[in-house]
């Protein structure tokens, strides 16, 4: 993936044999030209290439090859994820210097797209924050249409992850606005940006008009290959009409559900979700047997994603004052936390069955998960997290009649609160 002008594979291949610029140049070339060639002030013309690469022993078409063609081709390589994650970042910066340096603005431009979503796509905001601006000053450079569409949709990705919705909504919107829709392309790429603003809009709690948003995506659904992304599309389009009491929820479930049905792990999270809004509608029945079968139904061979979907039906089950059902998973949530190692999810596990325990009157057995989860969140938590804590541990020992042990939780968290501030 190393890219070389002209002049640097002339100089790095003479040096590598040991042959000198006088040797090389012969009576065929001066020794000032050559040098001038080597250093890129100047272009050697074809006879003297021609010759280089004789006297060389290298392939003329490799030294022809000028820095333009070595970006494409490495342009090529990343399209394709040709490259490893762990070699992404750096590539894509090598290749971006160069086309800096050679002024190849619309080469530069998709390198800088590349890079910027490689960073949301791994979360890495602090990344991020160091080429924002960059990225901006390339797209004012190559701002067409297809460009300004590429930098919107980017802008709104970002601001999704970071949960900026308000930001996120203005740029799907703006994205909307530019596209034709005269092609297959141009419909589905509608599609995913409707289906994505509704999801913004849901967010926000604005359910009309995540309605709305969603309800443009299912009209331009049949443009979406992707079976998976299709489901996903009437899922979110289903928990919006069951939590604006609509009757067609159900039918949007069970076309989600036919899309999903060979995917577990997707099936299991929708079914979830689907608990939550339940809930949300005061339909108690159905949302505890929503979760409880999207427990039974998510594959715990990835063990982290399944203690993090274990510890979202625990708070939604727990926030609805269902702590027996909440109960039954705490064990599992926290047995598998451990195998993980992971000590934000271990903490949550520890927290949810103290809470639950504390709830179900147990305030004795509760103490010890409380504490478990105490020691854990120092390790990482901020102060924010660590005062609400405090006030979790001194409403506990409050409700055993320990008044010391409160009180001094308490006296904590007061004196986080006014660090906080």
């Known amino acids: 993936m190393e890219i070389l002008s002209t002049g640097e594979k002339i100089k790095r291949?003479?040096?590598?044999?040991?042959?000198?610029l006088k040797a090389l140049c012969?009576?065929?070339?001066?020794?000032?030209?050559?040098?001038?060639?080597?250093?890129?002030?100047?272009?050697?013309?074809?006879?003297i290439l021609e010759y280089i690469s004789s006297k060389l022993g290298i392939d003329y078409n490799y030294l022809v090859r000028d820095v333009h063609e070595q970006i494409l081709s490495n342009l090529e390589s990343i399209r394709n994820n040709s490259i490893s994650?762990?070699?992404?970042?750096?590539?894509?910066?090598?290749?971006?210097?160069?086309?800096?340096?050679?002024?190849?603005?619309?080469?530069?431009?998709?390198?800088?797209?590349?890079?910027?979503?490689?960073?949301?796509?791994?979360?890495?905001?602090?990344?991020?924050?160091?080429?924002?601006?960059?990225?901006?000053?390339?797209?004012?450079?190559?701002?067409?249409?297809?460009?300004?569409?590429?930098?919107?949709?980017?802008?709104?990705?970002?601001?999704?992850?970071?949960?900026?919705?308000?930001?996120?909504?203005?740029?799907?919107?703006?994205t909307k606005n530019l596209i034709n829709k005269k092609t297959d392309e141009e419909k589905t790429t509608y599609a995913y940006i409707c289906y994505k603003e509704g999801k913004c809009y849901e967010k926000l709690n604005n359910?009309?008009?995540?309605?709305?948003?969603?309800?443009?995506?299912?009209?331009?659904?049949?443009?979406?290959?992707?079976?998976?992304?299709?489901?996903?599309?009437?899922?979110?389009?289903?928990?919006?009409?069951?939590?604006?009491?609509?009757?067609?929820?159900?039918?949007?479930i069970e076309k989600a559900y036919e899309y999903q049905k060979d995917n577990e792990m997707s099936l299991a999270i929708s079914k979830g979700k689907?608990?939550?809004?339940?809930?949300?509608?005061?339909?108690?029945?159905?949302?505890?047997?929503e979760i409880?079968?999207?427990?039974?139904?998510?594959?715990?061979?990835?063990?982290?994603?399944?203690?993090?979907?274990?510890?979202?039906?625990?708070?939604t089950l727990y926030d609805n004052k269902e702590y027996d059902f909440a109960y039954e998973i705490t064990d599992t949530a926290l047995n598998y936390a451990i195998d993980t190692n992971d000590i934000v999810l271990i903490e949550e596990a520890y927290y949810f069955k103290g809470m639950i325990l504390q709830r179900k009157g147990m305030y004795r057995e509760a103490e010890m998960y409380m504490n478990l989860s105490l020691d854990s969140l120092f390790k990482f938590a901020n102060k924010e997290k660590r005062y609400e804590r405090y006030l979790d541990m001194a409403d506990m020992y409050y409700k055993l009649g320990e008044t010391k042990?409160?009180?001094?939780?308490?006296?904590?968290?007061?004196?986080?609160?006014?660090?906080i501030q």
């Open 274 to 289: 689907n608990g939550e809004c339940y809930f949300y509608v005061g339909d108690i029945e159905k949302g505890i047997k």
């Open 292 to 315: 409880m079968e999207g427990v039974k139904l998510f594959p715990p061979t990835d063990k982290a994603r399944y203690v993090k979907f274990l510890n979202q039906c625990i708070r």
């Open 85 to 174: 994650k762990d070699e992404m970042d750096k590539i894509i910066k090598h290749n971006l210097n160069y086309a800096l340096e050679y002024s190849y603005d619309n080469l530069a431009f998709e390198l800088i797209h590349r890079l910027f979503k490689f960073y949301v796509d791994n979360n890495k905001v602090e990344n991020i924050q160091l080429i924002i601006s960059q990225y901006y000053d390339l797209y004012q450079k190559n701002n067409n249409e297809e460009n300004t569409i590429t930098y919107y949709i980017d802008m709104a990705t970002f601001f999704y992850r970071i949960g900026e919705y308000n930001e996120a909504v203005n740029y799907y919107s703006r």
């Open 13 to 20: 291949a003479r040096v590598y044999q040991g042959v000198t």
């Open 26 to 47: 012969g009576d065929k070339i001066s020794i000032s030209k050559m040098s001038c060639i080597e250093n890129g002030k100047i272009k050697a013309d074809k006879d």
């Open 405 to 419: 042990d409160s009180l001094k939780y308490f006296i904590l968290a007061m004196k986080m609160e006014k660090s």
């Open 207 to 252: 359910l009309e008009k995540a309605f709305k948003s969603l309800k443009e995506a299912i009209d331009y659904i049949d443009y979406i290959i992707n079976n998976c992304d299709k489901g996903d599309v009437y899922h979110c389009f289903a928990t919006v009409n069951i939590r604006l009491r609509k009757p067609e929820a159900e039918a949007y």
